[in-house]
């Protein structure tokens, strides 16, 4: 059995819209920027397909593209409002679908698409068409709840996917490790009461949504205990994310025990990112991947898909994909990466490693771990 890589040449001609510099709209203080202002452009997630081709990586892939996800199955998570006001204004000039989800003309259609590869990836590794799956979906998702768009994100690609595999395959327990390096909210407030999806984020401390941390929020309901928030401090690197995996995410899928992982792998905890602090180098993505995929093995079969979310560093993201994919088809490309001996230079100091790991260590105390 092979991996799978899901794209579509479609889903890099959305077009954020709007006036911004990175993510500050435009005007009085802040200069327009030359070229595409808004920190979520194609060009990152075009260049993980083109690395894929030069490397020769992409030959060892089972590639497809999807069929949009359709308006009954984007209905399990979305509001009925929510999709025609989006649906509305994507015929039109395009718009915002709430904080900072700004989309233009065609965009609805586009995002279904992109909720469609997820769809897909996430299917075929369930039915065992394939080892394991990436889909390279954009608009990203996981701050998109049921009627409000966030962060760039306007349908939850993978919360979508999750109850489209409970409706048609009756799919039980399902894990997300989402290590975009903010938090994933929208999917958090989708599955909040729910005991049948485990939801872990790791994220930058207060970063975005801006303030937040999370750490307290462990679900409520029936869902309270299978929402784990880690939230790490600003500037921690490769460290902090293997001993947050050792104390909490490892132990916490062990006690779950899922039948299938999706990793909400937004790549923008990498040092060179616009939108976060965190110093995560292409190595410690292969590094997650490696023990997200043993983690898969023990507990579902194998069965794992990545589901790409955040990442805005045109230099690094590919890399960090490629290290992903490298390790999920079990083959290494003839890319050297040219970042990893650079950045593991600048990972912390031991001082600050020992009070992240203090601080880990009281969330796995609050987890019962
Ligand atoms: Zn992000």
């Known amino acids: 059995m092979t991996t799978a890589f899901f794209h579509d040449e479609r889903t890099l001609w959305h077009l954020p819209g709007g006036f911004y510099a990175t993510m500050l709209p435009v005007g009085r203080w802040v200069q327009p920027m030359a070229g595409p202002g808004i920190a979520e452009t194609p060009d990152s997630k075009r260049r993980i397909k083109s690395l ?74 369930l039915t065992g068409r394939h080892a394991n799956a990436f889909a390279l979906s954009r608009p990203p998702g996981h701050h998109a709840s049921r009627d409000r768009g966030a962060g760039f ?78 939230p790490l401090q600003p500037g921690g690197g490769h460290a902090a994310y293997l001993y947050a995996f050792e104390r909490l995410v490892i132990p916490a899928i062990d006690r779950f025990a899922p039948e299938l992982i999706i990793v909400a792998s937004g790549l923008d905890a990498n040092a060179l990112d616009p939108l976060a602090r965190m110093q995560l180098y292409p190595d410690s993505y292969r590094e997650m991947t490696r023990l997200a995929m043993q983690l898969a093995a023990r507990h579902a079969n194998g069965r794992l898909v990545a589901v790409h979310e955040g990442g805005y560093s045109e230099v690094c993201v590919p890399f960090c994909a490629l290290a992903i994919i490298e390790e999920l088809c079990g083959q290494r490309s003839a890319a050297v990466d040219p970042l990893s001996d650079f950045i593991k230079l600048q990972q912390p100091g031991a001082r600050f490693d020992a009070l992240q790991r203090e601080l880990i260590d009281d969330m796995a105390a609050l987890h019962g771990l």
């Not at 894929?52 to 209905?75: I, K, M, R, Y």
């Not at 204004?89 to 609805?108: C, E, F, H, I, K």
């Not at 799919?171 to 729910?194: E, K, M």
């Open 153 to 230: 994100c306007l349908f939850n690609n993978i919360a979508v996917a999750i109850e489209v595999m409970k409706a048609r395959h009756g799919l039980g327990r399902v894990a997300v490790i989402d290590w975009d390096v903010h938090h994933g909210n929208g999917t958090q407030s989708i599955f909040y009461s729910r005991p049948d999806v485990l939801t872990i984020s790791l994220h930058q401390e207060n970063c975005y949504p801006p303030g937040y941390s999370g750490a307290d929020d462990r679900g409520e309901g029936e869902g309270l205990g299978f929402n784990m928030n880690i």
């Open 52 to 125: 894929l081709d030069v490397s020769g990586l992409g030959a060892h892939l089972d590639q497809h593209t999807a069929q949009p996800a359709s308006e009954e199955d984007l209905l399990r998570v979305h509001t009925r409002d929510y999709l025609q006001r989006f649906q509305a204004g994507s015929a039109a000039q395009g718009g915002d679908m709430g904080d900072l989800a700004v989309y233009g003309p065609g965009s609805y259609e586009i995002a279904q698409l992109s909720t469609g590869l997820a769809v897909a990836a996430v299917e075929s590794v």
